[in-house]
C-alpha cells in the first residue's frame, strides 16, 4: 500500500479545512447579509405600513380642507366677515365694527397641535352681539351657528324685554385651516 | 500528432484512423511505446450498480451527473468503472490509463434535453456498444450491446435498426454515436459523429499493481475545495440578491409620490391626522349650548307671566377642564309680578314652576332678587346635569 502518500492525505485535510473555511465564511457573509436584508425589509415594511395608514386617512384630509378654511386665503376681516355669512343663518351684526379679540393655536387632547387656528371676534371690543327680529328667529339663528363647524361658541346670552331680540356671544370665534 | 504514432492497435477505426492509442487488451500493451492509453471494449466494465465481476477491479467511481448539476438533484446516482484485473495487474509501471467511458458522460452531460450515446470500440469482427441514456445531463440508463464489426456488410444496417428502436423508446432525444467506434455508412449520415475531441480532457491515472486502484486522492482535494468556492459563491450570491432586492423594493416604496406629497413619512403626520379626526368628531357642545338654550326659552315663556330679562348659557365644561364648581353653567335673571308673597316664598314658587318646565335644577343667585317698580326681578343658576 505504498502510495498512500501521507502527502496526499495531507492535501486532502487542507483541502477539505479550506473548503470548510470557505462554507464557514459563505454562510457568515450570508448572515451578514441577511441581517441587513432583514433591517431593511423592516424598514420597507413599516415604510408601507404608514402608507397604508397614511392612504386610510385620506378621506380625514379631504374632509378636513373642505370643513375649514385656509388662513392664507383668509386676508382681512373683510374675509371673515363673508366667511361667517351672518345673514344666511338669519341674523344680523354689526359686522363693520367687527375686531380681533385673540388668535391661538388648537391643540388636540395629547396636546399636539392639529394644524388650526382659532380666530376670536367682539364686536366693538366687546361681545359679538347678534340680532334677530323675533326670538325664535334669533333662537334658530343661534342654532345654525353653532352647528357651523368652522365656528365656535362659547357662550350664550339672550337679551330679553328688548324691542328687538338679541344675544351676546361671548368667546365668537372661527376655525382656520393653517394649511 | 507525430506522438501518437501509427496505431497498432487494429481494432480501431477504419479509414481515418484515431490518432489515440485505445486498448481493448492487455496483449495490445506488449509493445506499448506511449505514456498514456485510453482503454475501451473488453477491458473495461462500467455500471450503474456496485457489482463486483470477477476478474474486474474497481478503477473509479463517479456521480451520474455533473458536479454542479449533482449540487441541486437529490441523489443522481453513480457510474462504477472496473478494468479487468489481469491488465491491472500487469500492465508496464509508467503507462497513465484513462477510460473511454468517462468521456462519453462529459458528453452525455452537457447535453440537453434525452440524448443517447452509442460509445465502444469495434474490431473487424464484431462491435461492443455501450448504450448511454441521459435526461437533462444525468445518465439514468446503460446497456450494452453487440453487433457486427466493422467489415461486416450489415454493419450499418443493424445499427440502424437498433438506433430506430431505441428511438422508438425516447422519441426525440439526440443520437450520437463516438469514437472510437467505426463510422456508419450514408444512410446513417444524420447521426452525430463524437470524435476524438472528447477525450482530450480524460484525466489519465496510474493504475496499481495492486487490485486496489489508489488514484483519486488528488482530485478529492481539489474537488472538495472547488465545492467550498461554489458554496462560498453561491451563498454570497444568493444573499447578495436577497439583499439587492430588500434594496430595490425600498426604492420602490419611497418613491411612491404620496411620500412626497405628505413630506416624507414619520409618525407625527399619521399622529396629527388622526387628531384632526376626532377634533371634527366630537361632540359639539356649542350644538348641545344652542339647543339647550332654546328649550329653555320656550319652555320659560310657556310660563305666564315670567319674562325673561337675560338668559346666559355657558358651555357644559368638557371632562378634562377642571370643573370649577361655583360657577354655573346657566344664569337667567327673569321678572314676574310682584306678588303678595315674600320676594323669598314667591322665588321658590317660581321656581318649582321653572324647574317642572325645564328639567332644571335651579336656584336663587346670592342676593338675587329685586323689586324693579311693579316687578319683581329674580336672578336664578343652575347647572346642566350630563
Aim: aromatic share 8%.
Amino acid at each position: 500500500m505504498g502510495k498512500i502518500g501521507s502527502e496526499n492525505f495531507i492535501r486532502l485535510i487542507l483541502a477539505i479545512i479550506f473548503a470548510s473555511l470557505l462554507i464557514v465564511g459563505g454562510m457568515k457573509s450570508f448572515k451578514v447579509l441577511e441581517k441587513k436584508t432583514n433591517a431593511q425589509v423592516a424598514v420597507t415594511e413599516s415604510i408601507n405600513r404608514w402608507k397604508q395608514s397614511y392612504k386610510a386617512l385620506q378621506g380625514v384630509i379631504v374632509e378636513w380642507d373642505k370643513t375649514y378654511v385656509k388662513s392664507a386665503s383668509v386676508r382681512d376681516i373683510r374675509a371673515i366677515i363673508s366667511l361667517i355669512d351672518i345673514r344666511s343663518m338669519g341674523l344680523s351684526a354689526d359686522m363693520d365694527n367687527l375686531v380681533l379679540t385673540s388668535a391661538s393655536q388648537v391643540k388636540s387632547a395629547t396636546n399636539i397641535d392639529i394644524g388650526l387656528s382659532k380666530i376670536c371676534l367682539g364686536i366693538n371690543s366687546e361681545n359679538f352681539i347678534i340680532k334677530a327680529s323675533t326670538y325664535p328667529e334669533l333662537l334658530k339663528g343661534i342654532e345654525n351657528l353653532a352647528h357651523r363647524k368652522d365656528i365656535y361658541l362659547g357662550n350664550v346670552s339672550i337679551q330679553g324685554e328688548l324691542a328687538s331680540p338679541q344675544a351676546k356671544i361671548g368667546d365668537f370665534c372661527v376655525f382656520l385651516r393653517n394649511e | 500528432m507525430s506522438i501518437f504514432n501509427k496505431i497498432k492497435i487494429k481494432k480501431t477505426s477504419s479509414d481515418k484512423s484515431s490518432s489515440l492509442p485505445f486498448i481493448s487488451s492487455l496483449a495490445e500493451l506488449t509493445d506499448f511505446k506511449k505514456k498514456r492509453a485510453i482503454l475501451v471494449g473488453n477491458s473495461v466494465f462500467v455500471s450503474m450498480r456496485n457489482v463486483k465481476m470477477d476478474g474486474f477491479a474497481n478503477f473509479k467511481t463517479r456521480s451520474a451527473t455533473s458536479l454542479i448539476n449533482g449540487l441541486f438533484i437529490k441523489e443522481p446516482g453513480k457510474v462504477f468503472f472496473s478494468v479487468n484485473s489481469e491488465l491491472v495487474r500487469g500492465a508496464p509501471k509508467n503507462i497513465h490509463f484513462a477510460i473511454a467511458a468517462d468521456a462519453y458522460l462529459d458528453w452525455g452531460f452537457k447535453t440537453k434535453g434525452s440524448a443517447i450515446l452509442l460509445g465502444g470500440v469495434s474490431s473487424e469482427t464484431e462491435t461492443n456498444l455501450q448504450v448511454f441514456f441521459f435526461e437533462d445531463g444525468i445518465l439514468v440508463n446503460l446497456e450494452e450491446r453487440s453487433i457486427q464489426g466493422y467489415l461486416s456488410p450489415h454493419y450499418s444496417e443493424t445499427a440502424a435498426t437498433l438506433i430506430d428502436k431505441l428511438l422508438e423508446n425516447s422519441p426525440g432525444a439526440t443520437v450520437a454515436y463516438a469514437a472510437p467506434l467505426a463510422r456508419f455508412n450514408d444512410s446513417l449520415k444524420d447521426i452525430e459523429y463524437v470524435d476524438d475531441r472528447i477525450f482530450r480532457y480524460l484525466k489519465y491515472i496510474d493504475i496499481n499493481v495492486n487490485e486496489k486502484v489508489q488514484s483519486t486522492n488528488i482530485k478529492v482535494p481539489v474537488g472538495i475545495a472547488l465545492l467550498g468556492v461554489l458554496i462560498y459563491t453561491l451563498a454570497l450570491g444568493k444573499g447578495w440578491s436577497i439583499y439587492q432586492n430588500s434594496i430595490s423594493d425600498y426604492d420602490e416604496s419611497i418613491k411612491d409620490p404620496i411620500v412626497k406629497l405628505a413630506g416624507g413619512v414619520g409618525g407625527s403626520l399619521i399622529d396629527k391626522i388622526e387628531q384632526q379626526r376626532f377634533f371634527m368628531l366630537q361632540s359639539r357642545n356649542q350644538i348641545v349650548l344652542a339647543e339647550k338654550t332654546s328649550s329653555l326659552v320656550n319652555a320659560i315663556s310657556k310660563i305666564r307671566e315670567v319674562r325673561i330679562t337675560d338668559m346666559s348659557v355657558q358651555i357644559p365644561a368638557s371632562p378634562d377642564t377642571p370643573i370649577v364648581q361655583e360657577k354655573p353653567d346657566i344664569k337667567m335673571v327673569i321678572s314676574v309680578p310682584k306678588s303678595e308673597k315674600s320676594a323669598l316664598d314667591q322665588g321658590k314658587e317660581i321656581l318649582e314652576v321653572i324647574s317642572a318646565n325645564t328639567g332644571l335644577n335651579l336656584r336663587m343667585a346670592r342676593q338675587g332678587w329685586k323689586d324693579v317698580e311693579k316687578r319683581r326681578v329674580y336672578i336664578l343658576e343652575g347647572f346642566f346635569h350630563g
